[in-house]
Structures are given as C-alpha cells and as structure tokens.
C-alpha cells in the first residue's frame, strides 16, 4: 500500500509536469486553431536559459523568475515575427512552420550549450519525508505544488481578470471580438507569452530529474498531447486533468504490469491517444463542435 | 438621390461620402453616401445582395473600402473594428453575433471592454430591458433561444453605451412577439439619445419605428427620406412593403 501511494505521488509530480505543457498546448490550440509542436523545444530553451542564470551564480528562484519573464517575452516575440506574418495563411502551413521551429530552436540549444547531457540542481532535495510510514520525495511535492499554483494562477487570470476575458473572447471569436474593441492580435501575441511560460515552468520542473539535454522535453511533449487528447483538446480544465491522470497511469501501470515496466510507457500514452480518438475524439472534458444550421 | 434628407439643422453624427466596397472580385458597393444625424432613427432597407449589410460593415470598418466616412464630422483613416468601437460604434452583426460559447454575464462584461469597467447600473439596465437575461446569467450564450441570443446581442451592445448602434436583421427568425419587444427596446435606446442604424428586410416594421430610411439597390442608395414619405411612396410600397 505504501508503494501504491508513493507511485501515485510520485505520477501526480510527472503529471503536474504533462499538464502544464498541455494547458500550454490547449490555450494556443483554443485561441488559434494551431498545434504547437515547437512548445517542448522552447520549454527546454526555458530549461537551459534558467540552468545558465544558475550557473552564473544565481540562486535558484531568483533565476526561475527570470526565466518565467524571459519566456514570456521570447513567446510573444514568437508569435509577432514567425507566426503573425502568415497568420491568416493555411492552417497546415502554420502547424508545419512551428514543426520548424521544433527544429530550429533544438539546433540553437545544441549549438549553444552542446548536446551533453547537464546536471540541473532543482530547489527540492531529492531527500525523502515520512508522512504516516509512506516516503515521498520532497522533489515530487514540490514540482506538484509549483505545477498546481501555476496552473490555478493561469486559470484565475483566465477567468477572474478583464485581461482574460478577452483572451477568452478572441479565442472564441476572433470577428466578434474585435467588433466590441479587443485587440485580437494582442490577445494572440498574449497567448504565446503565457503558452512559453507554461512550458518554462514544465521545463525547469523536469530538468532535475530528467538530465538536461537538447531533447529532453521530446518524450514529454508527446505525453503532453496525449495528456491534452484525454481531457480534450479544447479544455484547459481537461488538459490539466488529463495530465495528472496520464502521469499517475503511466507510474502505475509501469510498477505493477510487468511486461510494460519502464520501457514501454511512451506506448501507453500512445495507446491512451489512440483510444480516446476512437472511443471518445472530443476527450473526457472537451465538447463536441455542433453547429446550430 | 437626396442624401442630405430633411435632418433639419441637427449635427451629423455620421456621412457616407461615395463609398465603394468589394469581396475579391465583386464590387458590393458602387459609392453610397448617405447622413445619418445625431439621435437619429435610419432604417435601410433593400433586396438581398443591395449591399445593406456591407454598408453597416463599412462603418463599423470589417470591410475595406474606398471613399470617406465622416465620424462626428471628422473624417476617418485606417478604420479598424476595434477603434470603431473605442469611437462608439457598436455593431450588432446578422445571425445575433454573440460569444456562444461564453456566458451570458461574460457577454455583457464583454460589451463594456471599450469601458473603464463593468459599471452595476448599466447591467442593471440592460437586464431591466430584457428579464429574461438577467434569469440565466451563467448559461452559455450558445444555448439560449433565437430570441434570448438577439437580446443578448443588443444588450451587449447597450453595455458599450454607443453613439451609434448598428443593427444587421435584428428581426431575422424571430418570434413576432419577441421582435415586437426588441424593437420597443430600440424606440427607447434612440429616445434616450442613442442613434441608431438598422439593417431590415421587414421593411414595414423598419418604417414604423424609424425616422428617415434609405433604400439600397445593387449597392447605391436609390432613394432616401423620411420614414414616413418613404412609406408613402409607390415604388417602396410595391416593392418592400408588398401592397
């Protein structure tokens, strides 16, 4: 029993990870229509700018706001001068073109700080605490803990704030938005700022325990899709759920089916995709697209 | 065409000066000028295709075009919808554009964004006209009745407290009751001092409640004048009010 919970921990930290880059996913999804495939890239850039500040000396929190600011900077510049320009163009050529940036940012990553694999010293000690004769580790309350307040954080901007109610506004109707005086493609610009720092905060949450390397966030980027196709596409609710629920499921089914183990849990995250698009293509949150004719 | 129709003295609030519009190829306006005074009531009307709709679009500037539109006198350059409605143009689109999958509370919140803030009397207001808004203000605005999303529409706009209101069909696929209601709505918004420009194939209920009507054909303006005159004339009669 005791496993059983510290493996259901220990997935809520890897899920609270999954979720935060899915939200990412989904809040660009919502406003644009457009898959963000670069979003893992540039949740490692996060990761290795916020390693840099680190290894120049600062203090880790210190650095991780900075971080936070300079990605939500970097997304907004993003989305002014790659995406903008062709913004009203084909939506393949958009999702192709943030494949592109996949590239193109993992390549400035492993010219600038080489393909090495680095040691990333997280604000939490890996040392275990008892709770009750259960050991958790304090890294994984910890990453769950900055994964929850910055997605309850997100969502209150969202919801709570003038601010995020045109953003709700531009990504529900962009024509309309504008007609009542938002200005829609400051919304959108927004909405990449807020994206990025959704993915610096899962970034520099997954560096300590995976090492910190161009491709790091590759594998989490896939489980991130799948974590935002579970709780649907076009639910941040469901996107943040859908991680911690893939997270706690990956854990468990890799300690107690045997024949999966470690090696096959990216399989099951592409099983969980499959599924859902048979069985449920809307996800568990998402609504299904019907259209008053 | 009398484009400066009977207005009296008052100031013009609005002039369209030979404005031409068009979708790629089509040309959907071939120069349209008409004034549109200050506390006014103009409705247009026209056949499907005249060009009503890209007219109210020009103004509140979702469509290119060429020619000038004065606003309070002075003439615009580089419209854009959001600084029309910084100006106080609210744009009422067919099809009661709303924010369907937002609240009915986030709409209204939604109209007031050219505002400093949601102010408690203008809600108050609006749900004073319409009831039945203030019944449901966390149901999706998607979910409500043809007659509620119109409501929804006006009263967002209301919440902009505009200068100008614009309205494309508000009649459209209503209930007679329900348009009976949103059109009292209107005759008060305009009496309060709102000017007000309504798009209308009901050509006689757009007669009833408006001042001055202008009629469109093939994307220029025909004929224009007061509401009632118009009503009167044998052309209008035959063709719009079918009798």
Sequence with gaps: MANFIQQVVSGLASGGIYGALALAIVLIHRATGVLNFAQGEMAT????????????????WPAFGATIFLSFAGGVVLEQTVIRPIQNGPLLGIVILTIGLLIAINGLTTWVWGGAAKQFHGPFSTAPINVGGVAFSKQDIGVIAISVVSV?????????????LGLRAAAANPTEARLVGVRVPGMLALGWGLAAVLGAVAGV??????????????????????AAVLGGMDSPVGAVIGGLVLGVLLNLVGTYVHWVGGELRLAVALAVILGVLLIRPAGLFGRTAVRRV | MRSSTGCGSDLSLLELRDVQARYGEITALHGVSLTVAEGDFVAILGANGAGKTTTLRAISGTVKTSGDILFDDHKLFRRSPEAMARKGVAHVPEGRGTFSTLSVLDNLRLG????RGVSPRDLANVFEFFPRLYERPDQQAGTLSGGEQQMLALGRAMMAKPRLLLLDEPSLGLAPLVVREIFAALKQLNEGGTTIVVVEQNAALALAAANHAYVLETGRVVLGGDAADLKANESVRRSYLGY
């Design chain 2, 112 to 115: 007031a964004w050219v505002q």
């Design chain 1, 152 to 164: 309850v954080l997100i969502g209150l901007l969202f919801t709570r704030t003038k601010l995020g």
């Design chain 1, 45 to 60: 850039l996060s990761a290795f700018v916020c390693w840099s500040l680190i290894d120049h000396g600062w203090a880790f």
């Design chain 1, 205 to 226: 949450m997954a560096a300590p325990s995976l090492f910190l390397e161009p491709n790091m966030m590759q594998t989490v980027l896939l489980y991130a899709f799948a």
